[in-house]
């Protein structure tokens, strides 16, 4: 059984930093794009950031600059580096990852983890 677990969340001021990390575990041959999402209370799961097996990045243009994505493929971990934080980055975020076993291949999920940044 693959699982995302999330982790790094919390409270912060405007203008702080936090580092998300997404661990995956279980049997796993293979991880091609993980990506970074966020949902707002009572707006839509949005985009945040997107990183390829091989390291190419994408980012939404709200936090380009700010946020950095990266990945340590020996520990099958990813990370979000959140700088420059403001108040509308408070959401709960969301680990996704493309994970191959030995006959398919799914997407899977994180639990979430919240971040709040007050003003």
């Known amino acids: 059984q693959v699982q995302l677990v999330e982790s790094g969340g919390g409270l912060v001021q405007a203008g702080g930093s936090l580092r998300l990390s997404c661990a995956a575990s279980g049997i796993i041959f293979s991880i091609a794009v993980m990506d970074w999402y966020r949902q707002a209370p009572g707006k839509q799961r949005e985009l945040v950031a997107t990183i390829s097996s091989g390291g190419r990045t994408n980012y939404s243009n709200s936090v380009k600059g700010r946020f950095a994505i990266s990945r340590d493929n020996a520990k099958n971990t990813m990370y979000l580096q959140m700088n420059s934080l403001k108040p509308e980055d408070t959401g709960v975020y969301y680990c996704?990852?493309?994970?191959?076993?030995?006959?398919?291949?799914?997407?899977?999920w994180g639990q979430g983890t919240q971040v709040t940044v007050s003003s």
């Open positions: 996704n990852a493309r994970i191959g076993s030995a006959t398919a291949t799914y997407d899977y």
